[in-house]
């Protein structure tokens, strides 16, 4: 059997954990630049909110609702993931983790009638470890789990688990399903599929595999297996060696000066360079790009790229940053300003089977993958993320828009929680 636990409006819950005064009233969390709803609590949603909602069509509502509204705190969130996971790994050795707040547990050895407890006990351990409420679907393939999961969320009967281990309460439950609620479905699908009459996650699985390979790809047809109990999805072994990487984003305001952008690429390259080394990459070359508001109809639009070859592949972020920063120069105008900007690095291959220049200097290579592997342990380190850095650089941060941020309560030691413990009387 196979579980997926989900963490209930992960971004609301993480910023609910520090701040109890807001548990019982509707939250929003936004997206980068404050751009639209990504996180929505229960309260939220029955006011009418949707995800993806952009911010200044619901600002009026925010104001009249009383909805707490705060800008996206990623530091916070991917530190509490880390602290679900981990109470996770302590209860379930095998565990794939599939997002920041969904994780799939595998339960190969225990028994039925046992999962049911035990999940819930997972569920309030995580609570009482972290503070972060989350559900749990526990089933024969991970897309059972994945409905299991949204019955688990959706009913208080089930205490926050729902297991599905018999053949009636699977037909049941995919009864229950809309078909454009099953994992692998999508909203484009689920309008075709319903032109064949399929309006229900039981009709799409009661579907012949004749009828499947007439009409899906192989990928379908995993789904339809899938819901049929056989497994047949590993998220593990189906994904595809990375071939690039890309680091963009929008600005809070536009940016006008070459010595800004420059920074702000300078920021781009620091990111690739160490999500590069993370995983054993290098990158063989380097993208460019810079475009202004494409929103805007007032003003004359510009948008360039420039790409850029190494002499051999590299995860040297002095090196990045260079090429980056030549490479933004050749496509650089004064006379514009830019809401937009990013690196797209490709041709990925492993560091340990990269085609070296035959004029390359070994030693300088050596020393540099010294450097930035020195680099790499100051930053994982309680210094903080991000310490060390290029003198060019210039924290992402500095160009977003932020204007409702919350505390980073759990990695910044000056926002950590005070608690007055003086006693009166």
Known sequence: MIGLIDCNNFFVSCERVFNPSIRRKPVIVFSNNDGCAVSISN????????????????????????????????????????????????????????????????FDDMLSEDLPDFGREIVRKVRRNTGIPTSLGIAPTKTLAKVAARFA??????????????????????????IREIWGI?????RRLADYGINNALQFADWTKEEIEKVLNITGEKT???????????????????????????????IATFEELASAMAAFANIVGRKLRERS????????????????????????????????????????????????????SKTHEYKRAGIIIT????AAHIQQSLFGNPTQRERRKKLMSVVDSINR?????????????????????????????STRLSDIIRINCTHHG
């Not at 004359?300 to 030549?326: K, W």
Request: charged fraction near 30%; proline fraction near 5%; charge should be neutral.
């Open 43 to 106: 309260e939220a949603k029955d006011l009418g909110i949707k995800r993806g909602d952009p911010y200044f069509k619901i600002r009026g509502a925010c104001k009249a609702y009383g909805i707490e509204t705060f800008s996206g705190n990623h530091k916070l969130y991917g530190d509490m993931s880390s602290r679900v996971m981990s109470t996770l790994f302590s209860m379930v050795p095998d565990i794939e983790i599939y997002s920041i707040d969904e994780a799939f547990l595998h």
């Open 281 to 332: 990459l290098c990158a063989a070359s380097l993208s460019v790009f810079i475009q202004t508001d494409r929103f805007r109809d007032d003003i004359d639009q510009y948008q360039r790229s420039a790409h850029r070859s190494f002499d051999e592949p590299t995860a040297d972020t002095l090196r990045l940053t260079t090429v980056a920063t030549d490479a933004l120069r050749s496509i650089y």
């Open 224 to 254: 339809w297996l899938e819901l049929n109990s056989q497994p047949c999805v590993d998220i593990e072994s189906d994904e595809a060696p990375q071939k690039n990487m890309i680091c963009t984003r929008s600005f809070g305001k536009p």
């Open 186 to 190: 999508g909203r484009r699908l689920s």
């Open 381 to 409: 380190c309680s210094l903080g993320h991000d310490k060390i850095h290029t003198a060019a650089y210039c924290p992402i941060d500095t160009f977003v828009r932020r204007e409702m941020p919350s505390r980073l309560f």
């Open 153 to 178: 969320k959706k009913y208080p009967g089930y205490r926050s688990c729902c297991v599905i281990d018999t053949e009636e309460k699977r037909r049941k439950a995919l009864e229950l399903t809309p």
């Open 347 to 350: 041709d990925l291959t492993d």
